[in-house]
């Protein structure tokens, strides 16, 4: 980790299998829509069978809806700004409770040719899309992906943590997280990416440097109280 985080003992814990949770959000690109579900774009691996929230804010129409991961697959790797090799997924998702007329609407928005042509097609049906119909969106289809990302803790001081997650974050990103202490109960927090790598012994695995912001004064008495009893 970065030089100021050690002005707090650091405290192994890899053994004590201590997990927490981070909530982050991602700009995700949508290849196709239907009124069943989306495919789209990310720069991170996905978990079948897991939902995840997914916003969408297209002329003035605002959807937040539910969405269930059912195929991924590695689409292409790109090269970041400092020349690594950064994997994009393609991810295909399935809707979970959203209402067809507001999914009817946003594809009028984001693919109009496709659902004109659609509908002239189909005259006799031009209010009711059926839901295997696919529409592709083009360029600049975007939505925001809540992502939750489980993870382990190797070690722990009052001002940051040294986890393992199965995903890249940036540095300098800014997350949400939450740590699961033994006894049920829990802490709540902000954080700052300071360093990610990929670990040696496990290629699919990365220690992430997290540096702590603006815990609450209840949660932060929590940590203390949890590193005391590493003393």
Same mark, same amino acid.
């Given at each position: 980790?970065?030089?100021?985080?050690?002005?707090?003992?650091?405290?192994?814990?890899?053994?004590?299998?201590?997990?927490?949770?981070?909530?982050?959000?991602?700009?995700?690109?949508?290849?196709?829509?239907?009124?069943?579900?989306?495919?789209?774009?990310?720069?991170?691996?996905?978990?079948?069978?897991?939902?995840?929230?997914?916003?969408?804010?297209?002329?003035?129409?605002?959807?937040?809806?539910?969405?269930?991961?059912?195929?991924?697959?590695?689409?292409?790797?790109?090269?970041?700004?400092?020349?690594?090799?950064?994997?994009?997924?393609?991810?295909?998702?399935?809707?979970?409770?959203?209402?067809? /007329?507001?999914?009817?609407?946003?594809?009028?928005?984001?693919?109009?040719?496709?659902?004109?042509?659609?509908?002239?097609?189909?005259?006799?049906?031009?209010?009711?899309?059926?839901?295997?119909?696919?529409?592709?969106?083009?360029?600049?289809?975007?939505?925001?992906?809540?992502?939750? /990302?489980?993870?382990?803790?190797?070690?722990?001081?009052?001002?940051?943590?040294?986890?393992?997650?199965?995903?890249?974050?940036?540095?300098? /990103?800014?997350?949400?997280?939450?740590?699961?202490?033994?006894?049920?109960?829990?802490?709540?927090?902000?954080?700052?990416?300071?360093?990610?790598?990929?670990?040696?012994?496990?290629? /699919?695995?990365?220690?992430?440097?997290?540096?702590?912001?603006?815990?609450?004064?209840?949660?932060?008495?929590?940590?203390?109280?949890?590193?005391?009893?590493?003393?």
């Amino acid at each position: 980790m970065v030089k100021d985080m050690r002005r707090y003992k650091r405290f192994a814990i890899d053994t004590m299998k201590v997990k927490g949770r981070i909530m982050f959000s991602k700009i995700v690109d949508i290849i196709d829509i239907s009124l069943g579900g989306i495919a789209l774009k990310a720069d991170r691996r996905l978990n079948i069978g897991s939902e995840y929230i997914l916003k969408i804010d297209e002329k003035g129409l605002h959807i937040s809806v539910k969405a269930t991961v059912v195929w991924a697959s590695l689409h292409q790797s790109v090269k970041s700004a400092n020349g690594d090799l950064v994997p994009i997924y393609a991810v295909g998702m399935k809707f979970n409770g959203a209402s067809n /007329e507001k999914i009817s609407e946003l594809i009028k928005i984001i693919a109009p040719a496709q659902y004109k042509d659609q509908a002239a097609r189909e005259a006799a049906d031009t209010n009711d899309l059926r839901i295997h119909m696919r529409f592709h969106v083009g360029d600049g289809g975007k939505a925001v992906l809540t992502c939750p /990302e489980n993870y382990s803790i190797r070690n722990v001081s009052m001002n940051g943590m040294l986890i393992e997650a199965g995903n890249v974050l940036k540095v300098d /990103e800014k997350i949400s997280l939450e740590i699961s202490l033994p006894g049920n109960s829990s802490i709540t927090s902000h954080g700052r990416v300071v360093s990610c790598t990929q670990m040696k012994d496990s290629p /699919e695995q990365y220690a992430i440097g997290i540096e702590f912001l603006n815990m609450p004064p209840d949660n932060s008495g929590l940590l203390g109280r949890f590193i005391s009893m590493l003393t």
